[in-house]
């Protein structure tokens, strides 16, 4: 039905809310959390596909890029951003872009979101080519900046995926694996940047560490290839390599401080059996 409410938009479940306590506000808030993993995990087989597509991508030297507005936008940048420091890739391999640019990430730009010509340009200026993989995201699943970059890509040869919150909006009609995580009205709302922000990053969180997993940035269930960038990494890394090799933290603290990694570490050790 074309006059339907988007799930996105549809009134919440509870009335009132200003004249409820602060323990009934925070109660209420959390049940309607609780229910979002379980909506995830119906999307698995979905996201499943998702990855390997990815996968199959950046194998062949390709990259990932997100494309988003508002909430959406800067959830993708926040994932975008924590993959090199995790994983020890260049920051130029998952790429967040925001409409409106990066004084989105703080502050609202107007009118940003409903312009459909925009996500390709940015995306031109990452030299983009059918190598690489676009995500859009869009909590009502229909967000203009967001549908541009995807048709623009479709046009290109370049493969897409999309994660929106409502059932059968236009960005899932436009990807080629669309993940629709329908969470339903937001405890305030409208307010996207509770049930449908969690269960974007939620998501995201799946797609980008399975992708790295599967791309050998881990051993094991260690971050082997993490940057070394404070105080709390550097003991994090002599601890996997004390696991690791059997051996005691002054040891393990020399050869981090000489192979400046724990896969350097790691990889010396084997060579020398």
Known sequence: MKNKIPETEQESL?????????????????????????????????IEKLVKAIVKKMQLG???????AGTSGRIGILDASECPPTFGVPHDMIIGIIAGGDTAIRKAVENAEDDTEQ????????????????????ASGNTPYVLGGLKKAKENNIKTGSI????????????????????GPEFLTGSTRMKAGTAQKLTLNMISTSVMIKLGKIKGNKMVDMQLSNEKLVKRAIKMIMEELNIEHDLA????????SVRAVLQENNAKK
């Open 119 to 138: 996500a390709w340009k940015d995306l031109g200026k990452h030299q983009i080519s059918s190598l690489d993989f676009i995500i859009g995201i869009a």
């Open 14 to 46: 509870y009335k009132n809310l200003d004249q409820m306590s602060t323990k009934e506000l925070l109660i209420n808030m959390n049940t309607e959390d609780q229910k979002v993993p379980q909506i995830v995990e119906k999307q698995i087989p979905k």
């Open 62 to 68: 390709g990259r990932l890029f997100y494309i988003g």
């Open 253 to 260: 603290a020399d050869l981090l401080q000489k192979h400046k």
């Open 164 to 183: 929106s919150c409502i059932s059968k909006g236009l960005i899932a009609e436009v990807a080629d694996y669309p993940i629709e995580v329908v969470v």
